[in-house]
């Protein structure tokens, strides 16, 4: 039998305890960190509401030279083509001027767009709990407390059915390389397994960003499927560039995972993007 970790992410309530902090941001991150948020306010000046850290820097898991540097920005309306191109040219630039990390993402939202009731399961709870404040003033003040929940479950990652036919096109339309497909195997292994994780998160009553712990969890409902997810766990952290990976993610176990998850919690309310 396994033996499943014990919940974590989760305060005595079992409500959603923020992960990350700037002080787990570890020393060689400080200066990106630093030069974002000097620069962020240059960029939008008076349109950017705030921003956030998120991902392995804030959790202080970051590796030099492997992990990239993950930004939220939120604007007080919606965000245009221009600034998708401005965030993007001062990704690209802090990218170059920093070896330590290996690229910026930065999504770009609108703060009504974040604190509206149809994101609110989806966008908001990850500025709420996975986010790390950074600038302006934290919209998880204007957010409920979370608990994870088949509704968490259902709008977060209830819609792996509509990405799996982009991602037969994105794989179809890749160069026919190792290093061409790496990103993309990367990528899919990470969404199947925080799928795959968010699918049993409501039965097992906790939070974890681990990959591999997410993988470990879901195994222990799903012993069939266990050794699978590991091995994506494992292509997440270190991906290969192999096309049979790719086509066992969108032929059988994207497939088989979007229908489970559709039994079990519903279909994610469409966005209108």
């Known amino acids: ?26 020393s060689p991150f400080r200066p990106v960190v630093a030069a974002v948020q000097d620069r962020l306010p240059a960029v939008f000046g008076t349109r950017l ?12 898991t970051a590796r030099v030279g492997r992990s990239d ?18 965030v993007r040219v001062l990704g690209e630039a802090v990218d170059r001027e920093f070896p330590q990390i290996d690229g910026v993402g930065t999504p770009l939202y609108g703060r ?13 709870w990850f500025v709420a709990c996975l986010c790390t404040p950074l600038l302006g003033d934290d919209l998880a003040a204007h957010l409920p407390r979370y608990r994870p929940d088949s509704l968490l479950a259902r709008e ?11 991602w037969r096109e994105r794989i179809a339309g890749a160069e026919d390389t190792e290093e061409a497909r790496r ?3 990367r990528f899919m292994s990470r969404h199947l397994v925080r799928t795959a994780f968010t699918l049993v998160m409501p039965r097992w009553q906790g939070w974890t960003s681990d990959l591999r712990e997410m993988a470990e969890v879901f195994g222990a ?31 059988d176990l994207g497939p088989w995972l979007a229908t489970e998850y559709t039994r079990v919690h519903g279909v994610k309310a469409p966005r209108p993007d």
Do not use: I, K
């Open 221 to 251: 409902y799903y012993p069939p499927r266990a050794a699978q997810l590991r091995t994506a766990a494992e292509y997440g952290c270190e991906p290969v560039g192999d096309p049979d990976v790719l086509r066992t993610y969108v032929d």
């Open 49 to 60: 509401h705030s921003a956030y850290l998120y991902g392995s820097v804030p959790r202080g």
């Open 156 to 166: 977060t990652n209830g819609d792996l059915a509509r990405w799996l036919p982009r």
């Open 112 to 124: 009504e767009r974040l604190l509206s009731d149809l994101e609110r399961h989806d966008m908001g």
């Open 183 to 185: 990103p993309l195997v």
């Open 69 to 86: 540097l993950d930004l939220l920005v939120a604007l007080r309306e919606e965000p245009t083509d221009a600034d998708r191109d401005a």
């Open 1 to 26: 039998m396994t033996v499943l970790p014990a919940p974590g992410g989760v305060d005595a309530q079992g409500r959603f305890v923020r992960e990350g902090s700037l002080a787990r941001v570890r």
